[in-house]
């Protein structure tokens, strides 16, 4: 697999794009017209410093509103055509892109669109120069690739072929099968993007809304599988307008653009059944071996695990580190971190095969992450999510895992008694880290998207989309706050028995649950009918309390520590969400 990126995917001035995108790992570019003309480098310059950092510029893009001109305004645009040759002859590259006219056409009739494409070929062609005709989605008589074809097939130049689009042809509808009618060798380049489904104008969904692949609805395996199918082998290029990843470090965009397309690669070949560009298969994992909390004192938090029925499980024999337990739910306490307020730090998963979970995200192109291990110590393999969170496997049993390094607490017995697990964790990401997070999650954990929401906050709307296994066993919630609004905390569900017994034991035990204004109460009454002594208990405790047709789910929030609070759940009959109603009051609340 060659890969390709273009320029308007990045911020900055080009050459720290370019930088970036070798960095990153790229084996080229496609050099925006924008970003050229706004570079303080010469074109020798651009394509020397391409050079020097291994990148070739596949494309130079694009000319726009070229055909369908009157025949008088053709000249002018023949014109403008030929410095811009004398540009991609001086940048070193054969290849435009030359994008259907969407702005000066005023003749749609096939003979003249013909007729003027072929001499603008022929044109390129005394300089060596290949077009790539590519047609718009909101094109002004051009607007889908199979007539871009029929065009460029009747032109019969040897140097003009098409320019084929995911964005354009996907987000108006049209069937991708035609692709592979194309003769091969006429496929001069492919671009790619995904994009969420909006119900915009589609020139607005595609100048601000585009993704990268693998966090849109778009069936990017598939559109892939016909272009590959037709014999296309050229490079595989992202083309992504979006206004985040314009504003974001050039160098993360890259690497994260980077394993949207090799998640891509094996998506595809795993759907066609071909070896090459397959990476390890997604070790999906059956359920939350630990969570851990890193801060510099972390006192309080072994307070409030203690309110909440957690059982100490030791120290760490050679770190600063506490274990606590309550079932199969493990909570490390990590004070070897310098931030002196806590945080969700890490997360460990259980596999089958930790080092097949390594290959595949070091395939994907997550980074590794060191834990210093001592000897007779379980060395924790793991790798770092997109904002700098760790993930570590391990396919051992508890019995025999990491947990017989620490000492000095109660047995695991009295852990397991305790009765609890991991329901679900709540991550909250910065605007400019929310998409890479969903790929992260679905290319390197196996995780599914399974709905997104929008939710009322004091700020603004928090978008909440819900990753996990196809057996629930492992839930995520990743949260994104508006862009003026703070960092959300980030915090772990546990799931018990029965939540209204640990609430009691916590409020006698000291603790101080968030506390819910009364007009929720009141305004639950009014939603369900609750038997009143029911209602009167949720008051008295602070509990919250949602229903659907399946069953109820009653919870209750901690305060918050530093980055961190606890929340404690009981899910009762089927019920499978996640209390989203009462979201906006603990929001609320919490502020």
């Not at 590959?228 to 206004?243: C, H, K, M, T």
């Not at 120290?315 to 199969?328: D, E, I, Y």
């Not at 620490?406 to 991550?427: C, P, Q, R, S, Y």
Request: charged content about 25%.
């Amino acid at each position: 697999m060659r890969t390709s990126i273009a320029t308007v995917c990045l911020s900055g001035q080009l050459a720290e794009k370019l930088h970036a995108c070798a960095e990153a790992g790229f084996d080229g570019v496609e050099i925006m017209d924008a970003d050229l003309v706004a570079a303080p480098e010469s074109p020798e310059e651009i394509r020397a410093l391409c050079a020097r950092l291994g990148l070739r510029i596949d494309m130079f893009q694009p000319f726009r509103d070229a055909e369908g001109v009157p025949e008088s305004d053709f000249a002018e645009v023949l014109r403008r055509a030929e410095a811009k040759f004398e540009v991609m002859e001086r940048l070193g590259t054969d290849l435009m892109l030359l994008c259907s006219n969407v702005a000066t056409a005023t003749i749609g009739d096939d003979e003249t669109l013909v007729r003027q494409l072929g001499e603008f070929a022929d044109r390129a062609a005394a300089r060596g120069i290949r077009i790539a005709y590519e047609a718009l989605a909101w094109g002004r008589f051009v607007q889908d690739y199979r007539h871009a074809w029929n065009l460029v097939r009747r032109a019969d130049r040897p140097n003009l072929g098409v320019c084929l689009d995911s964005f354009h042809i996907l987000s108006l509808g049209l069937d991708p099968s035609g692709i592979e009618q194309i003769d091969a060798e006429k496929i001069f380049f492919l671009q790619l993007a995904d994009a969420p489904d909006l119900d915009l104008d589609v020139l607005s969904w595609s100048r601000h809304h585009r993704l990268f692949p693998g966090e849109g609805s778009f069936e990017l395996p598939a559109f892939l599988s016909y272009v590959l199918r037709a014999g296309y082998s050229g490079p595989l290029s992202l083309e992504v307008f979006n206004d985040t990843f314009r504003q974001t470090d050039a160098r993360e965009t890259a690497d994260h653009a980077l394993r949207s397309l090799r998640w891509l690669a094996d998506q595809t070949a795993a759907a066609n059944g071909w070896s090459e560009d397959r990476l390890q298969a997604p070790q999906v994992p059956r359920g939350v071996d630990f969570v851990e909390v890193a801060g510099e004192d972390l006192t309080e938090l072994d307070q409030l695990l203690d309110q909440l029925g957690f059982v100490f499980g030791g120290r760490h024999r050679s770190k600063p580190v506490r274990l606590w337990s309550r079932g199969s739910a493990r909570v490390i306490l990590n004070e070897q971190a310098r931030e002196s307020q806590p945080r969700l730090a890490s997360v460990g998963m259980l596999v089958d095969d930790t080092e097949a979970a390594m290959h595949r995200a070091l395939g994907i192109g997550a980074d590794e992450v060191f834990r210093r291990t001592f000897a007779g110590e379980q060395r924790l393999r793991g790798v770092a999510s997109p904002d700098g969170t760790q993930v570590f496997w391990s396919d051992r049993p508890p019995s025999a895992s990491w947990i017989q390094e620490f000492a000095g607490g109660e047995t695991e017995h009295a852990g397991a008694a305790a009765g609890g697990a991991v329901d679900h964790i709540n991550l909250g990401y910065s605007w400019e880290r929310f998409d890479a997070a969903v790929l992260f999650h679905t290319s390197v954990l196996g995780l599914e998207s399974e709905s997104t929401a929008e939710l009322p906050g004091p700020r603004g709307l928090v978008r909440s989309t819900v990753m996990r296994t196809p057996d629930g066993a492992v839930q995520l919630a990743l949260n994104l706050a508006p862009p003026s609004a703070p960092a959300l905390a980030r915090h772990v569900a546990i799931r018990v028995d029965d939540v209204t017994d640990v609430a009691r034991l916590a409020r006698d035990r000291g603790l101080s649950l968030l506390r819910i204004p009364q007009n929720y109460y009141d305004d639950l009454g009014a939603r369900f009918d609750i038997d009143p002594a029911e209602l009167a208990e949720l008051r008295e405790l602070g509990l919250l309390y949602d229903r659907d047709e399946h069953g109820a789910f009653v919870h209750f929030y901690t305060p918050t520590f530093g980055g961190v609070f606890f929340e404690m759940v009981e899910r009762r009959g089927g019920y499978v969400g996640f209390g989203a109603a009462s979201t906006p009051v603990r929001l609320n609340a919490q502020q």
